[in-house]
């Protein structure tokens, strides 16, 4: 079942996104080579704790983290570690869920440390447009499928490749909940949106293959061929007319 949330959750979910981007806004002057993402980890965390946002991932499923931290070739989920120490050239991909009052806000943003390969810039630029469009194409009476394929057609016709094992997922009182979000056509048509759904789309995209896997952490998302991924997420709300955006800077 989907759920629809009221004027009241709506609110929270929108508070929630605004502290968590303003957390993000804060990451570019923290990052530098020599860091390690253990400590990146810890430094989002205050933040979110300084702004009365609860770190939803931990303890989530077992996880231990504020945050996933994935450099170039890791797609999603990266465990934060101090043995990960970032240099030049790193493209570094962050995921982070916060909630304010109980509901939640999911986002991912991405980093270039250093000067990064000009493929790294492509991938990026061409995730980041994948969301934009979905976004503006999203509404009610929209088929979340057609916001699928659209994701794939812009990725794909790069020459890139969708990652299929992991989706985005509506989103509220609790991270995950439904509907799945691919970044790919499944063949499965629906669900109609209406206004009150929300949720976190977020397309997981390779330079090669779209195969990936789970490294013997349980978390860790590779690309199977070693090529570099890009991720890039937002949480949003139908409204009567298209799509709130929680996780941008109003
Ligand atoms: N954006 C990530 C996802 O939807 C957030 C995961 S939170 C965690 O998979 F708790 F699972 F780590
Ligand atoms: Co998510």
Redesign the pocket.
């Known amino acids: 079942m989907i759920i629809i949330k009221n004027k009241v959750a709506i609110e929270k979910m929108r508070t929630a996104g605004q502290l968590l981007a303003e957390v993000f806004a804060e990451i570019p002057s923290f990052l530098e080579e020599g860091k390690n993402t253990a400590e990146i980890d810890l430094f989002v965390e205050q933040k979110m704790l300084q702004k009365g946002l609860k770190p ?3 303890g ?2 077992g ?1 231990r ?1 504020a945050t ?1 931290i994935s450099p170039n070739d890791v797609v ?2 990266g465990i934060p570690s101090k043995n990960i120490i970032l240099k030049n050239g790193d493209f570094v991909k962050i ?3 916060g909630a304010y009052r109980g509901y939640c806000a ?1 986002m ?1 943003r991405y980093y270039f440390i250093g000067n990064v390969p000009p493929i790294a810039q492509k991938l990026a630029e061409v995730a980041q447009r994948a969301l934009d469009e979905a976004i503006g194409n999203i509404g009610p009476g929209v088929k979340l499928s057609d916001v699928s394929s659209r994701i794939q057609k812009i990725v794909e016709g790069e020459g890139f490749g969708v990652v299929r094992d ?1 989706a ?2 509506g989103i509220g009182k609790r ?2 909940e439904e509907p799945d979000v691919p970044n790919y056509a499944t063949g499965v048509a629906g669900p109609l949106l209406r206004e009150g759904m929300t949720l ?1 789309i ?1 397309p997981m995209i390779t330079q090669g293959d779209y195969k990936v896997l789970v490294l013997d952490d349980g ?1 860790t998302v590779k690309t199977a061929d070693g090529g570099l991924a890009a991720h890039v ?1 937002d949480t949003i709300a139908i409204t009567s007319h298209g799509a709130e955006v929680f996780t941008r800077l109003y």
Do not use: Q, R, S, T
């Open positions: 939803e991932c931990k989530y499923g996880y983290h996933l999603v989920h995921d982070v869920v999911d991912a992991f985005g997922h991270i995950h976190a977020e978390w997420e």
